[in-house]
């Protein structure tokens, strides 16, 4: 089972980038999906997370009207398009997989399945 992040990279404030998260040896239909991301020396925190029925979660303000979470369940493969990124932006984004409850949950501990993170850096 892999979840496969890609999309991160370098860009300057202002810009967009869009995450993906691949599943391979799982399908990914019947898990509610998160991106979490980790800052440089902060904790883990939750992004954004889709449930297994489309419906959307945002856990930061900060990120809320810029950032969209989506899935494709056909391509096995959920996405997030950052827009208007800002410096404070700036972390390792890794996705997961939640089989488990009827909604999105912001508990990393009931993740059952992560990804390996993907670099986004976003300078000034």
């Known amino acids: 089972v892999q979840l496969q992040a890609s999309g991160g990279g370098s860009v300057q404030a202002g810009g967009s980038l869009g995450l993906s998260c691949a599943g391979s040896?799982?399908?990914?239909?019947?898990?509610?999906m998160g991106w979490f991301r980790q800052r440089p020396g902060q904790e883990r925190e939750l992004v954004a997370a889709?449930?297994?029925?489309?419906?959307?979660?945002y856990d930061t303000d900060s990120v809320k009207g810029r950032f969209t979470i989506s899935r494709d369940n056909a391509k096995n493969t959920v996405y997030l398009q950052m827009n208007s990124l800002k410096p404070e932006d700036t972390a390792v984004y890794y996705c997961a997989a939640d089989l488990g409850g009827q909604i999105v949950s912001t508990r990393q501990q009931d993740y059952d399945y992560w990804g390996q993170g993907t670099l986004v850096t976003v300078s000034s």
């Open positions: 040896g799982i399908t990914l239909r019947p898990y509610h």
């Open positions: 889709i449930s297994r029925s489309f419906a959307e979660h």
